[in-house]
């Protein structure tokens, strides 16, 4: 089945302790996303990867990293965790980022950092 | 100002009703505007993908309808479902640079 998958669904952790949130897709899509939903806010984007080696900068990038190793995995990466960073985070992937490729969005991940 | 409003933030019909979700969007240039159904604890599903040339499209139950002139664009259901219940989201891409915006969505409940 063609799918966007994340790990963990769900974490709770303390402020600063490192942690990566896991993105694969198995559709040997190019472009990969990540994208955090706040009530009232819509999604934002944090980063994004137009192919393997190649990530860039979205909207609200502060405190997260990203990298693009293989095609199918895009992890985020959260360093040191604080509280304001406690959210919903979702995963996307289209075949390439061209206006008018459909996004696959992943189960999401509830993020809570206390 | 979030380039992408929705309106409204919230809606209760009951089932078998039809309702109508309005976004409007300041986007510019304007690429295409999606139709996202976000069902609860789920990441968003497309609905409809319009163009500016495009003023009506329909999948299923669903019509989408856009405006490029006054910059508008309405999701309208037709006879509800209780599975209708869900976010709708919005997004525009802008054409210069493939840049989204996302609207904050609204949120549908149908009730028997």
């Known amino acids: 089945e063609a799918q966007v998958t994340q790990n963990p669904r769900y974490l709770i952790t303390v402020t600063g302790k490192k942690l990566t949130v896991t993105c694969s897709q198995n559709?040997?899509?190019?472009?990969m996303s990540w994208y955090r939903q706040d009530p009232g806010l819509g999604l934002r984007q944090i980063y994004y990867s137009m192919n393997v080696e190649v990530t860039d900068k979205g909207d609200v990038p502060e405190g997260y990293k990203v990298s693009r190793k293989e095609k199918r995995n895009f992890p985020l990466i959260l360093e040191s965790p604080s509280p304001n960073q406690t959210s919903l985070y979702f995963c996307a992937s289209s075949p390439e980022g061209l206006s008018k490729d459909t996004q696959y969005f992943g189960p999401g991940t509830r993020l809570t950092v206390l | 100002k979030n380039q992408v409003e929705q309106s409204p933030q919230s809606l209760i019909i009951l089932e078998g009703k039809n309702c109508t979700l309005q976004?409007?969007?300041?986007?510019?240039?304007?690429?295409?505007l999606r139709w996202y159904k976000q069902d609860t604890g789920r990441g968003p599903v497309s609905l409809t993908i319009m163009t500016f040339s495009e003023n009506t499209k329909s999948n299923g139950r669903y019509t989408a309808t856009l405006d490029a002139d006054t910059k508008q664009s309405s999701l309208h259901i037709t006879a509800s479902q209780l599975s209708d219940s869900a976010s709708y989201i919005c997004?525009?891409?802008?054409?210069?640079?493939?840049?989204?915006?996302f609207g904050a969505g609204t949120r549908l409940t149908v009730k028997p």
């Open positions: 997004v525009v891409r802008n054409r210069y640079n493939n840049d989204m915006r």
């Open positions: 976004c409007n969007y300041t986007v510019s240039p304007f690429s295409n």
């Open positions: 559709m040997n899509h190019e472009y």
